[in-house]
């Protein structure tokens, strides 16, 4: 692989963004992360900061961008439904206009981009596990809505810069991705479920708990999309990067308090609307496009994750005292 290309990465600084400008920095290329902060903070990539290939800039993607790049990983999105309900609007502008942004960046600059599209644009599947050949069971005016037609928009977008303007272009649809540097209050299952067990408080199931979803740990997660990125220019994708183990919340519930040893109880609160009831990737296509599969078994990346957040909430305490 050719080595010290220079790299915009939107949304470096969450929880994903952050391992990818680490991963990206540690084989030797230059860094520009963008972020405006909005769902992280400078403290995901403060280890960074001071690196000489690596630089932060506070930046709303809404907004048009003119730097100099060979590559753009667009991720700069909120990805939780309790961030990304927050503001609607202004979720689909990200989405929207956040990709025309950088897409006019790439056709500038001849750069390729590859869009962080999600699972959501399956909704709420009926096609079990989903292939990317499968158009998705979307509501196009509920309360998720903002984010998974933002992202579905986005992902037409590069397609149609792609035949009007032949752009190097590359998707892939993540499927629920867990690991250090979560947002300890994003609302997601498995951030809440730990911050919840270390804590000693209620484990909240929303609806009955038969819900599925399938976890993948972050290092594997970007492992694909660096793979991705690294394809010959005939590989547009969209491509399903998650693990396909299917776990019911319930279960994943259960496996947090063995891990934690936390004398939590688990309680039953309303399902949000929307919520989809079962998810799990189709990896064949990354298989063989990308020779890719997750290796790190959920108990495993869950582990690594109670120990982040443990010393994180310990952090806090000692900060607040
Ligand atoms: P995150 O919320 O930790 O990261 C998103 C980052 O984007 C944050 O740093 C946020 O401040 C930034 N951001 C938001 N709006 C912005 C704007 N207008 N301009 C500039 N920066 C902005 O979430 P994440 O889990 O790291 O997700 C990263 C990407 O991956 C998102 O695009 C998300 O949709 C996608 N994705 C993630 C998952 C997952 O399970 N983690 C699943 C599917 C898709
Ligand atoms: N969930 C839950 N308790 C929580 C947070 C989430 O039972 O404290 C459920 C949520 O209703 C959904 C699943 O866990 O069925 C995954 O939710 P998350 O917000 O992590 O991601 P989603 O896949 O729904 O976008």
Known sequence: MDVGRRILVTGGAGFLGSHLCERLLAEGHDVLCVDNFFTSSRRNV???????????????VTFP???????????????????Y???????????????INMLGLAK???????????S??????????????????????????CYDEGKRCAETLLFDYRRQHRLGIKVVRIFNTY??????????????????ALRGEDITIYGDGQQTRSFCYA????????RMMATPDNVTGPINIGNPGEFTIRQLAEMVIELTGSRSKIVNRPLPSDDPKQRRPD????????????????REGLIKTIAYFDSFLSSRKIAAE
């Not at 500038?108 to 999600?118: F, G, V």
Request: a negative charge; hydrophobic letters at 40%.
């Open 46 to 60: 403060e280890h960074l900061i001071g690196h000489r290939h690596f630089e932060l800039m506070r930046h709303d």
């Open 65 to 83: 961008l003119y730097v100099e790049v060979d590559e753009i990983y667009n991720l700069a999105c909120p990805a939780s439904p309790v961030h």
């Open 85 to 99: 309900q927050f503001d609607p609007v202004q979720t689909t502008k990200t989405s929207v206009l956040g990709a």
């Open 108 to 118: 500038r600059l001849k750069a390729r981009i590859l869009q962080a599209s999600t």
């Open 120 to 145: 959501e644009v399956y909704g709420d599947p009926i096609v079990h596990p989903q292939t990317e050949a499968y158009w998705g069971n979307v509501n196009p005016v509920g309360f998720r809505s």
């Open 179 to 196: 690991g250090p540097r979560m947002h300890p209050n994003d609302g997601r299952v498995v951030s809440n479920f730990i911050v919840q």
């Open 219 to 226: 290092d594997d997660l970007i492992d694909a999309m660096m």
């Open 283 to 298: 990896i064949s296509l990354a298989q063989e496009m990308l020779g890719w599969q997750p290796r790190t078994p959920l």
